[in-house]
C-alpha cells in the first residue's frame, strides 16, 4: 500500500483547502513554523481516531505522547465554529477487506436461486480517497465525525452522516452508478427490464437493497416504493432520492472497524433464501465500501512510525524493551529496542545496519557495529552481563564502544537506519533528520530514502527538513539516472519517486505548493524566496 495525497481544511495553521501529493519520498520545506509539522500530526491524528476513536485527544501516541491539547488546539484559530477537513488518498496494491467472490461461486453451486452477484469490491479497488469531516458538539461538548466520503477508483461511491443526537449515521449518498456497484450481469438485466423503470431505478442492486428497507413495501406493480429522504445524488441531470439506511457507527459518522457494518435492514432466515442472501451480500458490499479502506488504512498507519528531531543516546544502562512499541519510535529508543533484539531471532539488522555505518559508499563513518553475543566472554570479561547489548567498534579496531561513546550525530542518525531497513508496509516519517549531523552524512542521508531494488518492498519517507544536502544529494541521483552515470552501487531515482512540498505562510494561514523536478534533476518551478537564499548570499 502506498498513501499517495494528503488534504486538509481548518486545521491547526491551515484554513483554506490545502492538497499535498505523496510519493515514496516526500520532503517538507520551509521556514520555521511555516506548517511542515502540521501534515504529520494530521496523519497520526487520523490513527487515533481510527485505531481509539478519539477526536479529541489530549495526546497523540504515535508521536512520543506529543501533546495537542484535543480540538480546540487543531481547529483554525481555535474556533470550535469551524469543521476540520482530512482527506488522505491512497493505492491499496493488495486487496481490501475479505473478497466474496469465492462466497458467491459456492452459493450459485449449493442454491439454485436468483440472487444478486456483485463485483468484489475487495479486489477490483485500485485506487482509494476517503475525507473526513470533523466537528465540534455543543450538546455533548466533545469533537466527532460528521460527515465520512468514499471514493474508489477516481469515482465517488458512498458517504455517512451524523447529527450528533443519535448514535447511528446515515448513508446520506450511494452512487448506484458506481462500475463496483453494477452487479455482474447487469447488462443482461437492462435488457430485462422495462427501459423507463431506469428513470428511478439504477440497478438490481439498487431494487435489492430497497427490498431490505424497514417499512418499505412493494406497490402493485412490484416495484419497492421510494422514499425522498435526506440527499441526492446527481447523475446525468436526473435527481435520485435516497433510501433511509443507518448504520451503527461510533465518535459520529464513523463505522466499527475490523467487522462487518451493523445496519438496520430488515433479518431473514434461511427459510427465505433469496432476501436472506441478498442481505448477506449487501452487508458485505456496504462493508467493502465503506469499512475495509479503513480497516486497510488503520493498519498501515499503525505499521508506521514517526521519529522525532531529539533521539536517545543508550548507554551502557540501556535495557532493551522485549516489547518495542510504536509511541517509542519518537525519540529512537523502539529503534535501539529492535536493534539489540534482532540478534536474538537470527536477523540480518545488524549486518545492514553496519554496512551503512562502515561502507565508503553510504556513511564512510570508519564503524562497525557489534552485538554483545557476537564476542567469547573468557575472552572478552568485560561483556559479561551485556550481551543484548550493541556496540560501535572503529574498524580495524578491537575496542568496544556503547552508543554515548560515540559522536552524537552517529546516535542520531542510527533510528533512521533502523528504520530504513525493518518497516516495509508502513510510513517512516522524519522530523529534521540533519540535526548534528555532518554536511557529508546528510548526503548520505539523501541516498538512505532512495536506494531500494525496485524489485524490494519499501516504505514511503515523509521529511520534514531544512537540509539543502539532502536534497541536493537526491536531486544528483536524478540526474546520474538520466545520464546513466549512476554509480555501480546504486539503484536508479526517478522524479516521481520525489515529492518537494514548500510550506509559506499567507497572511497567517498555511500554503502548499509543489515543485516538480526534471529529468536533469532541476526545478521546474521558481523555488520560492527563503531557501538556497542563504548559501547564495553568504557565496556572492
Known amino acids: 500500500m502506498k498513501l499517495t495525497k494528503l488534504v486538509l481544511e481548518n486545521f491547526r495553521s491551515v484554513r483554506e483547502r490545502q492538497e499535498i501529493d505523496f510519493a515514496p519520498v516526500t520532503l517538507l520545506l520551509g521556514p520555521n513554523s511555516a506548517g511542515?509539522?502540521?501534515?504529520?500530526?494530521?496523519?497520526?491524528?487520523?490513527?487515533?481516531?481510527?485505531?481509539?476513536?478519539?477526536c479529541d485527544p489530549i495526546y497523540l501516541e504515535a508521536m512520543g505522547n506529543r501533546r495537542i491539547d484535543g480540538f480546540r488546539s487543531l481547529v483554525h484559530n481555535g474556533d470550535l465554529n469551524n469543521v476540520i477537513t482530512i482527506g488522505i488518498g491512497f493505492d491499496p496494491e493488495?486487496?481490501?477487506?475479505?473478497?466474496?467472490?469465492?462466497?458467491?461461486?459456492?452459493?450459485?453451486?449449493?442454491?439454485?436461486?436468483?440472487?444478486?452477484?456483485?463485483?468484489?469490491?475487495?479486489?477490483e479497488t485500485e485506487k482509494v480517497y476517503v475525507e473526513f469531516k470533523i466537528a465540534w458538539s455543543q450538546l455533548h461538548r466533545a469533537a466527532y465525525i460528521k460527515n465520512y466520503a468514499v471514493s474508489i477508483n477516481n469515482e465517488f461511491i458512498g458517504e455517512l452522516s451524523n447529527d450528533e443526537y443519535t448514535k447511528s449515521s446515515l448513508v446520506n449518498r450511494l452512487n448506484f452508478t458506481h462500475p463496483l456497484l453494477l452487479p455482474i450481469d447487469y447488462n443482461l438485466w437492462l435488457e430485462s427490464i422495462d427501459k423507463e423503470g431506469l428513470d428511478t431505478i439504477a440497478s438490481e442492486f439498487e431494487i435489492s437493497l430497497n427490498d431490505l428497507i424497514p417499512g418499505l413495501e412493494r406497490n402493485k406493480s412490484g416495484a419497492t416504493e421510494r422514499v425522498k429522504t435526506v440527499d441526492y445524488i446527481f447523475e446525468e441531470d436526473k435527481e435520485k432520492p435516497m433510501f433511509p439506511v443507518f448504520f451503527k457507527t461510533k465518535i459520529g459518522a464513523l463505522p466499527?472497524?475490523?467487522?462487518?457494518?451493523?445496519?438496520?435492514?430488515?433479518?431473514?432466515?434461511?427459510?427465505?433464501?433469496?432476501?436472506?442472501?441478498?442481505?448477506?451480500?449487501?452487508?458485505?458490499?456496504?462493508?467493502?465500501?465503506?469499512?475495509?479502506?479503513?480497516?486497510?488504512?488503520?493498519?498501515?498507519?499503525?505499521?508506521?512510525?514517526?521519529?522525532?528531531?531529539?533521539?536517545?543516546?543508550?548507554?551502557?544502562?540501556?535495557?532493551?524493551?522485549?516489547y518495542p512499541e510504536q509511541n517509542g519510535w519518537f525519540d529512537g529508543t523502539s529503534a535501539w529496542d529492535k536493534l539489540c533484539l534482532s540478534q536474538q531471532n537470527d536477523s540480518d539488522l545488524i549486518k545492514k545496519v553496519s554496512d551503512w555505518f562502515s561502507n565508503r559508499d553510504k556513511l564512510n563513518t570508519n564503524y562497525n557495529?557489534?552485538?554483545?553475543?557476537?564476542?567469547?566472554?573468557?575472552?572478552?570479561?568485560?561483556?559479561?552481563?551485556?550481551?543484548?547489548?550493541?556496540?560501535?567498534?572503529?574498524?580495524?579496531?578491537?575496542?568496544?564502544?556503547?552508543?554515548?561513546?560515540?559522536?552524537?550525530?552517529?546516535?542520531?542518525?542510527?533510528?533512521?537506519?533502523?528504520?530504513?531497513?525493518?518497516?516495509q508496509d508502513g510510513l517512516i516519517a522524519i522530523e529534521q533528520p540533519e540535526l548534528h549531523i555532518h554536511p557529508?552524512?546528510?548526503?548520505?542521508?539523501?541516498?538512505?530514502?532512495?536506494?531500494?531494488?525496485?524489485?524490494?518492498?519499501?516504505?514511503?519517507?515523509?521529511?520534514?527538513?531544512?537540509?539543502?544536502?539532502?536534497?541536493?544529494?537526491?536531486?544528483?541521483?536524478?540526474?546520474?539516472t538520466t545520464d546513466n552515470e549512476l554509480p555501480e552501487s546504486n539503484y536508479p531515482v526517478k522524479p516521481d519517486f520525489i515529492s518537494v512540498i514548500v510550506f509559506e505562510d499567507n497572511n497567517g494561514s498555511t500554503v502548499t505548493r509543489k515543485i516538480d523536478i526534471t529529468d536533469d534533476g532541476d526545478f521546474k518551478q521558481k523555488w520560492p524566496k527563503g531557501f538556497f537564499e542563504e548559501r547564495r548570499g553568504e557565496l556572492f
Open 440 to 480: 557529508a552524512l546528510q548526503l548520505a542521508v539523501g541516498d538512505l530514502f532512495t536506494q531500494y531494488p525496485l524489485d524490494v518492498k519499501r516504505p514511503m519517507f515523509l521529511v520534514e527538513t531544512h537540509s539543502e544536502h539532502i536534497l541536493l544529494r537526491i536531486l544528483k541521483r536524478i540526474r546520474q
Open 256 to 322: 466499527q472497524l475490523g467487522r462487518t457494518v451493523d445496519t438496520n435492514l430488515k433479518v431473514f432466515d434461511i427459510s427465505e433464501p433469496v432476501e436472506y442472501f441478498n442481505r448477506d451480500i449487501i452487508t458485505r458490499v456496504l462493508t467493502q465500501v465503506f469499512t475495509s479502506p479503513l480497516d486497510k488504512l488503520n493498519n498501515y498507519l499503525k505499521a508506521s512510525v514517526s521519529i522525532g528531531p531529539l533521539r536517545i543516546i543508550p548507554d551502557s544502562s540501556f535495557t532493551p524493551n522485549p
Open 36 to 54: 511542515k509539522t502540521t501534515i504529520l500530526i494530521a496523519l497520526f491524528y487520523l490513527q487515533q481516531i481510527l485505531d481509539r476513536e478519539q
Open 94 to 123: 493488495q486487496t481490501i477487506g475479505v473478497e466474496y467472490k469465492t462466497y458467491l461461486e459456492e452459493l450459485g453451486d449449493i442454491f439454485d436461486i436468483h440472487f444478486i452477484k456483485m463485483k468484489d469490491i475487495a479486489d
Open 369 to 423: 557495529i557489534f552485538s554483545g553475543g557476537e564476542f567469547d566472554i573468557k575472552t572478552s570479561p568485560q561483556l559479561l552481563g551485556l550481551k543484548d547489548n550493541v556496540y560501535f567498534c572503529k574498524i580495524d579496531s578491537s575496542q568496544m564502544l556503547f552508543p554515548n561513546q560515540v559522536g552524537v550525530g552517529l546516535t542520531q542518525i542510527a533510528p533512521l537506519i533502523i528504520a530504513a531497513n525493518i518497516v
